[in-house]
């Protein structure tokens, strides 16, 4: 099949006997054949021409239904209107997003449903954004405010130059970037990644990553529908409260292709508890794609001897690097081969600095799992500070370049200009290593924390902090502080922590503790926080953390701490009552909801990732009472409450 671009893709896949499974609950599904998708994004199409969108258009989807996602994609693309996918979210400042993206965009077009628009609107008239909202409200297209099909629009055929969609970072509210990708960049990453991964028409795909996200839309969507693959996708919500079912689809559906980041994994391993799998069969499992965040080794490792019952082979691991400027890919390990890492002293991973390898386990390893080697036809590089070339074997910024690297961002020249050099090479932002032709991420050169003249990368800090009691993965976060007039940075480690500040103490002492003793560095302060600020995609942002604590929004509990370690006085620590204390743990997950008892989270839009860190919450105040499927039965915080005293009488 020869195609140039995704309006080609869609126009030929119409007579292909593919289908998309839409799979919303475990006797809930609906079936796309490629030829109806075909018929639905032209009607999507007619409708948003009708409104009066026209090529070169931009429209924001921002609706969580992955059906009709789908649709509004595909029948932007048809008519050469510029999807511009945008999570949901559940907080203020994602609505705020959103708005300062209408304002960049200039007027487009919104893809969405009646609950998020009212939403976005009530959220606009409180924060003096009502302007923008109106423009907004007047050409929007209410998904389930349709009626009848209309007619099919006109198509559109689009250039290989012609921009296909605009993909914004997930992290900062105020100041959003936009990542513009042609139709030009997509197929090429498209093809590179079919020959790498030897996709085939043989395989069949599951995913339960949003499409919102350029592992889910890119990824597990677009290169699965250019290969004429049969296509599994279920709701992250249901993947969040039922992760189990993620692999027994799987094993229903024969699955040959699956992906997730590390918090999936650890996620499903979770819940998976001690529970037999002999029912399930993996073997058809050939790619188990690993990426998105950094790759711990542990966890691979305890996954896969988990899943040895299922019949998956070890070499189904696929540990790879990429980011959306690449159109999502750059870098896949050699096919069937197992996954591999090695151990680096930490001490010695400043930029230009030749890497020196440890036995592992030494004193100073950090563990940096392998991501394999460029994929056909995108090129990657190591560089200094000054972009100059570093030979293998020595730490920098990775460079990459080739036909699927975006040319640039929206409306941001400036930003452009300096991530993308004249001759076409984009600093992606992480720092790594090559070795014997494998390439090795071993942080974000913005997040380094500099201590005693060493460089070090917070999540490796992290993943020693980890081995605390009662303490894993996001729970912990590192951070360098500077406070006014200090001379340098301060470690600083950010814990999750629901329970009295008298029970935080022996954390804050191991934390301290393990890290002087397998790092060799002092930790100036270890600091409870009731809420862990993450971008819509499960991103720590350490920034927000930082800037808190030196604005001095931990003072309070820093010094009551201090009191207890050297009291002067008898302290008397108030103990709440139970739902006082889920009252707080919804409030600090939701910030400005004002969440009351009789509340159904989920009406008042609690997602996928912030139903997890309120169980997680839960769970460090009350161990294993309560499971995360509880909370769907129990969706106020007064019924949740009632359930859980119920437990705890019988205990």
């Known amino acids: 099949m020869h195609y140039e671009t995704l309006t080609d893709l869609l126009q030929q896949n119409r007579t292909t006997s593919r289908s998309i499974h839409y799979l919303n609950g475990e006797n809930d599904t609906s079936t796309v054949p490629f030829a109806d998708l075909y018929t639905r994004a032209g009607q999507r199409l007619g409708e948003l021409q009708r409104l009066g969108a026209t090529s070169g258009d931009k429209v924001i989807l921002f609706l969580n239904d992955n059906e009709q996602f789908i649709e509004g994609f595909w029948g932007a693309i048809a008519g050469g209107i510029v999807p511009v996918p945008l999570a949901v979210g559940i907080a203020d400042a994602h609505r705020q997003k959103l708005l300062t993206i209408a304002k960049l965009l200039n007027n487009p077009f919104l893809y969405t449903d009646r609950k998020n628009l009212d939403r976005l609107g009530a959220y606009a008239a409180t924060a003096g954004e009502l302007a923008t909202f109106e423009k907004l409200k007047a050409r929007v297209l209410l998904v389930d405010e349709r009626g009848a099909a209309g007619a099919a629009g006109t198509i559109i055929q689009a250039t290989p130059d012609d921009v296909a969609f605009i993909q914004f970072s997930s992290g900062s509210t105020s100041d959003p970037k936009g990542v513009v990708l042609t139709h030009r960049n997509l197929i090429a990453n498209a093809r590179s990644v079919t020959r790498a991964a030897g996709f085939n028409t043989n395989d069949v795909s599951l995913s339960w990553m949003p499409l919102t996200h350029d592992m889910g839309l890119i990824g597990m969507h677009i290169f699965m529908f250019a290969n004429q693959i049969e296509t599994y996708l279920m709701p992250t919500e249901l993947f969040i409260r039922r992760p189990l079912l993620w692999l027994k689809f799987a094993s229903d559906f024969g699955a040959t292709i699956l992906s997730s980041p590390n918090f999936g994994y650890r996620h499903f391993l979770k ?21 998105a965040e950094p790759i711990s080794r542990t966890l691979c490792d305890e996954f896969m001897t988990r899943m040895t019952p299922t019949k998956l082979t070890p070499q189904a691991m696929f540990p790879v690097y990429g980011l959306a400027e ?13 996954y591999s890492s090695i151990s680096l002293d930490r001490t010695q991973l400043a930029t230009g600095q030749r890497v020196l390898r440890l036995a592992d386990g030494s004193q100073n390893s950090l563990v940096v799992m392998s991501v394999g080697s460029a994929i056909p036809d995108t090129e990657v590089r190591i560089a200094a500070d000054d972009s100059g070339i570093l030979t293998d074997e020595h730490v920098g910024h990775v ?6 690297v975006t040319k640039g961002y929206y409306a941001a020249a400036e930003i452009t200009a300096r991530a993308i050099s004249s001759d076409g090479w984009l600093d992606t932002g992480d720092m790594g290593v090559i070795m014997n ?18 460089n070090y990368y917070p999540h490796d800090l992290e993943s020693v902090a980890e081995r605390a009691t009662g303490l894993e993965l996001g729970k912990v976060v590192a951070a360098g502080c500077r406070p006014a007039n200090a001379e340098h940075d301060e470690l600083t ?51 927000a953390l930082e800037e808190s604590f030196i604005a001095g929004e931990f003072n309070d509990e820093l010094n009551q701490l201090q009191q207890l370690r050297h009291p002067t006085a008898a302290v008397t620590l108030v103990t709440k009552d139970t739902q006082s204390q889920i009252k707080s743990i919804c409030d600090n997950a939701m910030p400005g909801k004002n969440i ?3 509340d159904n989270l989920f009406e008042i839009g609690a997602s996928s990732l912030t139903l997890i860190q309120i169980h997680e919450e839960m769970d460090q105040l009350y161990p294993g009472l309560i499971d995360l499927t509880e909370l769907f039965d129990y969706p106020t915080i007064a019924t949740l409450a009632a359930h859980l005293n119920d437990k705890i009488s019988k205990a």
């Open 596 to 598: 009351s008892l009789d």
């Open 437 to 454: 032709g494998q390439l090795y991420i071993t942080g974000r050169a913005k997040e380094i924390i500099f201590i005693n003249g060493q």
């Open 271 to 291: 819940v998976l508890g001690d529970r037999p799998l002999d029912s399930w069969d993996l073997s058809r499992v050939r790619l188990l794609f690993n990426g």
């Open 326 to 338: 690449a159109s999502l890919a750059v870098t896949f390990p050699a096919m069937n081969s197992h």
């Open 493 to 543: 480690f950010f814990i999750l922590h629901r329970g009295t500040l008298a029970d935080f103490l022996p954390i804050a002492a191991e934390v301290a503790r393990l890290i002087t003793a397998e790092v060799g560095l002092e930790v100036a302060h270890v600091v409870p926080v009731k809420r862990i600020p993450k971008t819509t995609s499960g991103k720590v942002q350490r920034v």
């Open 399 to 404: 460079l990459i370049r080739g036909d699927n």
